[in-house]
Protein backbone atom coordinates (compact mmCIF):
# COMPACT_ATOMS: atom_id res chain seq x y z
CA UNK A 1 0.00 0.00 0.00
CA UNK A 2 1.57 3.40 -1.13
CA UNK A 3 0.35 6.79 -2.34
CA UNK A 4 -0.89 6.64 -6.12
CA UNK A 5 2.63 8.40 -6.86
CA UNK A 6 5.67 7.02 -6.46
CA UNK A 7 8.16 9.33 -9.04
CA UNK A 8 7.43 9.44 -12.59
CA UNK A 9 3.81 9.87 -13.97
CA UNK A 10 0.77 9.20 -12.64
CA UNK A 11 -0.17 5.23 -13.29
CA UNK A 12 -3.41 3.51 -13.13
CA UNK A 13 -5.07 0.46 -11.12
CA UNK A 14 -5.23 -2.47 -13.74
CA UNK A 15 -8.51 -3.33 -12.26
CA UNK A 16 -11.08 -1.95 -9.80
CA UNK A 17 -13.53 -4.38 -8.98
CA UNK A 18 -16.46 -3.03 -7.24
CA UNK A 19 -20.07 -4.42 -6.01
CA UNK A 20 -18.77 -8.09 -6.68
CA UNK A 21 -21.37 -9.98 -4.18
CA UNK A 22 -22.38 -13.55 -4.81
CA UNK A 23 -19.89 -14.38 -7.62
CA UNK A 24 -16.45 -16.30 -8.14
CA UNK A 25 -13.52 -16.03 -10.58
CA UNK A 26 -11.52 -18.44 -11.49
CA UNK A 27 -8.38 -19.11 -13.91
CA UNK A 28 -7.06 -15.48 -13.93
CA UNK A 29 -3.93 -14.32 -15.18
CA UNK A 30 -2.99 -10.71 -15.23
CA UNK A 31 0.39 -9.38 -16.88
CA UNK A 32 2.91 -6.39 -15.33
CA UNK A 33 0.53 -4.25 -13.71
CA UNK A 34 1.45 -0.63 -13.74
CA UNK A 35 0.28 0.02 -10.28
CA UNK A 36 -2.46 -2.12 -7.82
CA UNK A 37 -3.01 -4.83 -10.22
CA UNK A 38 -6.44 -5.98 -8.34
CA UNK A 39 -8.75 -3.82 -5.93
CA UNK A 40 -12.02 -5.50 -4.58
CA UNK A 41 -14.03 -2.69 -2.70
CA UNK A 42 -18.11 -2.72 -1.65
CA UNK A 43 -17.94 -6.26 -2.16
CA UNK A 44 -19.05 -9.66 -0.52
CA UNK A 45 -19.49 -13.48 -0.88
CA UNK A 46 -16.56 -13.21 -3.28
CA UNK A 47 -14.37 -15.70 -4.46
CA UNK A 48 -11.10 -15.26 -6.52
CA UNK A 49 -9.28 -18.58 -7.17
CA UNK A 50 -6.01 -19.65 -9.16
CA UNK A 51 -5.02 -16.14 -10.12
CA UNK A 52 -1.41 -15.73 -11.77
CA UNK A 53 -0.34 -11.90 -11.50
CA UNK A 54 2.95 -12.21 -13.06
CA UNK A 55 4.57 -8.08 -12.76
CA UNK A 56 8.12 -9.74 -11.94
CA UNK A 57 9.06 -7.49 -15.09
CA UNK A 58 8.94 -4.41 -12.71
CA UNK A 59 11.87 -6.07 -10.69
CA UNK A 60 14.66 -4.46 -13.24
CA UNK A 61 12.28 -1.74 -14.81
CA UNK A 62 11.79 -0.06 -11.49
CA UNK A 63 8.02 -1.15 -10.65
CA UNK A 64 6.70 0.12 -7.24
CA UNK A 65 3.43 0.57 -5.66
CA UNK A 66 2.25 -3.09 -7.68
CA UNK A 67 -0.02 -4.26 -4.90
CA UNK A 68 -1.12 -7.54 -5.97
CA UNK A 69 -4.49 -6.93 -4.48
CA UNK A 70 -5.98 -4.54 -2.10
CA UNK A 71 -9.47 -5.25 0.00
CA UNK A 72 -11.54 -2.58 1.31
CA UNK A 73 -15.11 -1.99 2.54
CA UNK A 74 -15.90 -6.05 2.13
CA UNK A 75 -16.63 -9.14 3.64
CA UNK A 76 -17.10 -12.67 2.88
CA UNK A 77 -14.02 -12.51 0.26
CA UNK A 78 -11.88 -15.61 -0.52
CA UNK A 79 -8.71 -15.37 -2.21
CA UNK A 80 -7.08 -18.81 -2.62
CA UNK A 81 -4.32 -21.07 -4.85
CA UNK A 82 -2.98 -17.79 -6.09
CA UNK A 83 0.17 -16.42 -7.23
CA UNK A 84 1.34 -13.31 -6.75
CA UNK A 85 4.89 -11.50 -7.93
CA UNK A 86 4.85 -8.19 -7.54
CA UNK A 87 7.39 -5.12 -5.76
CA UNK A 88 5.04 -3.52 -3.01
CA UNK A 89 2.10 -5.89 -1.15
CA UNK A 90 1.38 -9.33 -1.88
CA UNK A 91 -1.92 -8.75 -0.67
CA UNK A 92 -3.45 -5.83 1.96
CA UNK A 93 -6.46 -5.35 3.67
CA UNK A 94 -7.30 -1.90 4.45
CA UNK A 95 -11.06 -2.93 5.68
CA UNK A 96 -13.23 -5.56 5.58
CA UNK A 97 -14.30 -8.50 7.98
CA UNK A 98 -14.96 -12.28 7.22
CA UNK A 99 -11.74 -12.43 4.56
CA UNK A 100 -9.61 -15.88 3.76
CA UNK A 101 -6.58 -15.60 2.24
CA UNK A 102 -5.63 -19.47 1.62
CA UNK A 103 -2.58 -20.93 -0.60
CA UNK A 104 -0.89 -17.33 -1.12
CA UNK A 105 2.55 -17.87 -3.30
CA UNK A 106 3.57 -14.42 -2.77
CA UNK A 107 7.46 -13.53 -4.52
CA UNK A 108 8.99 -10.41 -4.45
CA UNK A 109 7.29 -7.75 -3.02
CA UNK A 110 6.39 -6.54 0.68
CA UNK A 111 4.49 -9.77 2.07
CA UNK A 112 0.82 -10.21 3.79
CA UNK A 113 -0.50 -7.07 4.85
CA UNK A 114 -2.57 -5.06 6.76
CA UNK A 115 -2.94 -1.39 6.49
CA UNK A 116 -5.86 0.44 8.49
CA UNK A 117 -5.95 3.83 9.02
CA UNK A 118 -6.81 5.45 5.20
CA UNK A 119 -10.47 6.71 6.23
CA UNK A 120 -11.85 8.96 7.91
CA UNK A 121 -14.44 7.14 10.14
CA UNK A 122 -13.81 4.08 12.87
CA UNK A 123 -16.41 2.36 11.16
CA UNK A 124 -14.27 2.26 8.28
CA UNK A 125 -10.94 1.99 9.98
CA UNK A 126 -12.06 -1.62 11.20
CA UNK A 127 -10.51 -4.89 10.14
CA UNK A 128 -11.99 -8.04 11.91
CA UNK A 129 -11.81 -12.11 11.35
CA UNK A 130 -9.36 -12.34 8.87
CA UNK A 131 -7.13 -15.53 8.27
CA UNK A 132 -4.18 -15.57 5.89
CA UNK A 133 -2.87 -19.48 5.71
CA UNK A 134 -1.02 -22.16 4.14
CA UNK A 135 1.39 -19.68 2.67
CA UNK A 136 4.83 -18.84 1.09
CA UNK A 137 6.40 -15.51 0.83
CA UNK A 138 9.84 -15.59 -0.76
CA UNK A 139 12.65 -13.14 -1.99
CA UNK A 140 10.46 -10.23 -0.32
CA UNK A 141 10.70 -7.00 2.10
CA UNK A 142 8.60 -8.53 4.70
CA UNK A 143 7.13 -11.78 5.47
CA UNK A 144 3.99 -10.33 7.42
CA UNK A 145 3.70 -7.06 8.27
CA UNK A 146 0.63 -5.15 10.33
CA UNK A 147 0.56 -1.28 10.24
CA UNK A 148 -1.29 1.17 11.56
CA UNK A 149 -1.47 4.83 9.82
CA UNK A 150 0.04 7.01 12.38
CA UNK A 151 -2.04 10.56 13.06
CA UNK A 152 -4.90 8.65 10.99
CA UNK A 153 -8.66 8.41 12.59
CA UNK A 154 -9.47 5.81 15.24
CA UNK A 155 -10.36 1.98 14.69
CA UNK A 156 -9.76 -0.91 15.43
CA UNK A 157 -7.62 -4.47 14.16
CA UNK A 158 -9.09 -7.54 15.81
CA UNK A 159 -9.48 -11.35 15.49
CA UNK A 160 -6.65 -11.79 13.10
CA UNK A 161 -4.79 -15.14 12.51
CA UNK A 162 -1.44 -15.84 10.37
CA UNK A 163 -1.26 -19.78 10.34
CA UNK A 164 1.28 -22.06 8.52
CA UNK A 165 3.31 -19.29 6.96
CA UNK A 166 6.59 -20.40 5.07
CA UNK A 167 9.04 -18.21 4.40
CA UNK A 168 12.35 -17.61 2.54
CA UNK A 169 14.92 -14.87 1.85
CA UNK A 170 13.44 -12.13 3.79
CA UNK A 171 15.46 -8.93 3.71
CA UNK A 172 14.15 -6.91 6.45
CA UNK A 173 11.41 -8.33 9.04
CA UNK A 174 9.88 -11.81 9.17
CA UNK A 175 7.12 -10.24 11.10
CA UNK A 176 6.60 -6.36 11.38
CA UNK A 177 4.01 -4.72 13.38
CA UNK A 178 3.94 -0.99 13.63
CA UNK A 179 1.67 1.63 14.50
CA UNK A 180 4.06 4.51 13.12
CA UNK A 181 3.34 3.88 9.58
CA UNK A 182 2.84 6.61 6.89
CA UNK A 183 3.80 6.65 3.63
CA UNK A 184 6.66 9.28 3.87
CA UNK A 185 8.33 6.68 6.54
CA UNK A 186 8.05 5.66 10.12
CA UNK A 187 7.20 8.68 12.79
CA UNK A 188 9.32 6.38 15.23
CA UNK A 189 6.12 7.68 17.69
CA UNK A 190 3.88 5.11 17.91
CA UNK A 191 -0.23 5.74 18.50
CA UNK A 192 -2.40 3.56 20.05
CA UNK A 193 -5.75 5.11 18.24
CA UNK A 194 -5.38 1.90 16.01
CA UNK A 195 -6.27 -0.70 18.34
CA UNK A 196 -4.49 -4.01 17.58
CA UNK A 197 -6.11 -6.95 19.73
CA UNK A 198 -6.17 -10.78 18.87
CA UNK A 199 -3.45 -11.37 16.61
CA UNK A 200 -2.81 -14.54 16.73
CA UNK A 201 0.33 -15.64 14.81
CA UNK A 202 0.74 -20.02 14.35
CA UNK A 203 3.76 -21.93 12.61
CA UNK A 204 5.24 -19.29 10.68
CA UNK A 205 8.68 -20.66 10.01
CA UNK A 206 11.28 -20.02 7.25
CA UNK A 207 14.75 -17.93 6.59
CA UNK A 208 15.65 -14.23 6.62
CA UNK A 209 18.94 -12.97 4.80
CA UNK A 210 21.21 -10.06 4.77
CA UNK A 211 22.60 -6.81 6.97
CA UNK A 212 18.88 -5.69 7.40
CA UNK A 213 17.18 -8.54 8.51
CA UNK A 214 15.52 -9.20 11.23
CA UNK A 215 13.25 -11.87 12.89
CA UNK A 216 9.81 -9.98 14.63
CA UNK A 217 9.83 -6.29 15.16
CA UNK A 218 6.75 -4.62 17.07
CA UNK A 219 5.92 -1.23 17.67
CA UNK A 220 2.94 -0.10 19.62
CA UNK A 221 1.45 2.58 20.77
CA UNK A 222 0.68 3.43 24.18
CA UNK A 223 -2.28 0.93 25.36
CA UNK A 224 -2.68 0.12 20.98
CA UNK A 225 -1.56 -3.98 21.25
CA UNK A 226 -3.45 -6.48 23.62
CA UNK A 227 -4.17 -9.62 23.76
CA UNK A 228 -1.85 -11.73 21.15
CA UNK A 229 -1.27 -15.36 20.82
CA UNK A 230 1.80 -16.65 19.35
CA UNK A 231 3.08 -20.19 18.88
CA UNK A 232 5.71 -22.30 16.56
CA UNK A 233 7.40 -18.50 15.39
CA UNK A 234 10.54 -20.36 13.92
CA UNK A 235 12.50 -17.37 11.65
CA UNK A 236 16.37 -18.21 11.11
CA UNK A 237 19.16 -16.04 9.71
CA UNK A 238 18.43 -12.69 10.45
CA UNK A 239 21.34 -10.40 11.16
CA UNK A 240 19.56 -8.45 13.95
CA UNK A 241 17.70 -8.94 16.98
CA UNK A 242 14.12 -8.89 17.99
CA UNK A 243 12.93 -5.33 18.59
CA UNK A 244 9.51 -5.22 20.30
CA UNK A 245 8.06 -2.54 23.17
CA UNK A 246 5.01 -5.47 23.37
CA UNK A 247 5.57 -9.14 24.08
CA UNK A 248 2.83 -11.02 23.14
CA UNK A 249 1.67 -14.49 24.74
CA UNK A 250 3.69 -17.13 23.78
CA UNK A 251 6.80 -15.47 22.21
CA UNK A 252 9.07 -13.45 25.16
CA UNK A 253 10.29 -10.49 23.18
Not at 26 to 55: A, E, F, M, R, Y
Not at 179 to 202: C, E, S, V
Not at 219 to 225: A, E, F, R
Not at 230 to 249: I, Q
Amino acid sequence: MEEERNGGMEKVITARNRSLNSCSFKNIKVKNCPHTCIGISDSHDLTLQNWNIDSKDGDTKGGANTDGFDVAKSYKVTIKDTNVWNQDDCICVNQGHDLLFDNIQCTGGHGLSIAVGIYNTYALNTVHNVTFQNSVVKNSRNGIHVKTIAGSQTGEISAVTYKNIKLSGISYYGINVQQDYTNNGDTHKPLGNIKIKQLTMQGISGTLHGSNSQRVYILCGSGGCNNWSWSGVNLSGASKGDSCNFSPNGFPC
